[in-house]
């Protein structure tokens, strides 16, 4: 019996490392929209993350040459701090995101973790300190737990369940399949865009990086829903470094500092009530965004549903 266990549990390995791979890349895509394009440098090094200080000196970038996206770009995220970015649609929000991640280069410039340029170390080591939530989650036709325990395989059943806690989807287990073995997919139970974002919070509550992205999802959540969203979002990024990508400005009053990008150089930063006071281009944007809240509540949009 042993005999045949052991070359099955090693199967059972390599299955689930092909199967880490090939989400690994899938996610890459969703990210990226399109295949990596940076290898490691023969003598990259393994990121050293001490405190989690992320820096952007000044950094430019733009995805061909006859267009600049980023303008030379800085700003630091102390570690255990959140840094906002906001700006309209192609400003280059989650351009930032994919340079950190190092799936592009900087054409000038430099993007630092405490202090070791992330140009110089490996791929491998530089995701591994880093967790994204991203706009648009993908779940694996397996069951809740395994797509929560993507975050990290050797996590126990009681960390799951933590996680799922805190990312506040258990409820929503316990209620509509009273089990974690219960599929998810087209066969299977079917997650609407906030469940699903909560999966890949409570994936990054186990996997525990000492640096966050948070890539807002674009599409409009109802109100009840994303406050639930907003709150698991506070607690995963408590007491780490946390990078958002905001869409909707109301989840990131608490902010240490907010960054509007306006064509790929910083227009206006600062906190949330020092902005709006300011009366810019930051006042104009949360003005906009409370009048579409107003629209959204009067026509019944923001109702919980059912
Ligand atoms: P949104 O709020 O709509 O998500 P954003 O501020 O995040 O926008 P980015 O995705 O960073 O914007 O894009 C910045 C600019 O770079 C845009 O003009 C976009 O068209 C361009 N861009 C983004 N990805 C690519 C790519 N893979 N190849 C070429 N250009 C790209």
């Known amino acids: 019996m042993i005999q045949l266990y052991q070359p099955l549990n090693f199967m059972g390995l390599l299955y689930r490392e092909v199967k880490q791979a090939v989400i690994d890349i899938e996610l890459m895509f969703n990210i990226l929209g399109q295949a990596p394009e940076v290898e490691d440098r ?11 200080d992320v820096r952007f000196e000044n950094v430019r970038f733009g995805y061909d040459s006859a267009r600049e996206v980023l303008k030379g770009l800085s700003f630091t995220i102390p570690a255990g701090h959140t840094v906002a970015v906001v700006g309209s649609s192609g400003a280059g929000k989650s351009t930032l995101s994919r340079l950190l991640f190092r799936f592009y280069e900087p054409w000038s410039g430099r993007i630092t973790i405490d202090g070791q340029d992330i140009a110089g170390v490996t791929q491998t080591s530089l995701r591994a300190a880093i967790g994204m939530v ?5 779940l694996f036709n397996d069951s809740i737990g395994y797509n929560i325990r993507y975050g990290r395989w050797d996590a126990g059943e009681d960390e799951v369940r933590e996680a799922a806690r805190a990312a506040q989807i258990d409820g929503f287990i316990q209620r509509v399949t009273g089990s ?3 599929q998810v997919g087209e066969r299977g139970l079917k997650l609407s865009g906030g469940e699903k974002q909560r999966v890949a919070i409570a994936r990054t509550i186990l996997k ?7 890539d807002e999802a674009t599409s409009a959540l109802d109100t009840f829903t994303e406050r639930d969203i907003q709150e698991a979002l506070r607690r995963v990024s408590e007491n780490r470094t946390t990078l958002v990508i905001a869409h909707r400005l109301t989840t990131i009053v608490d902010a240490d ?6 064509k ?3 227009a206006e930063r600062g906190r949330h009530e020092a902005l709006v006071a300011k ?7 949360w003005n906009r965004q409370r009048e579409a809240d107003v629209d959204a509540e009067q026509d019944g949009s923001a109702l919980p549903p059912d």
Do not use: K
């Not at 991203?134 to 993908?138: A, E, G, M, R």
């Not at 009366?279 to 944007?285: E, I, T, V």
């Open 257 to 262: 500092e907010i960054i509007v990008l306006d």
């Open 180 to 182: 974690y073995e219960a």
């Open 264 to 266: 790929g150089v910083i």
């Open 42 to 52: 023969g003598d990259a090094t393994t990121l050293n993350v001490t405190r989690g």
């Open 279 to 285: 009366g810019g281009l930051y006042a104009r944007l």
């Open 208 to 214: 525990g990086p000492p640096i966050l992205v948070l």
């Open 134 to 138: 991203p706009q648009d989650t993908v």
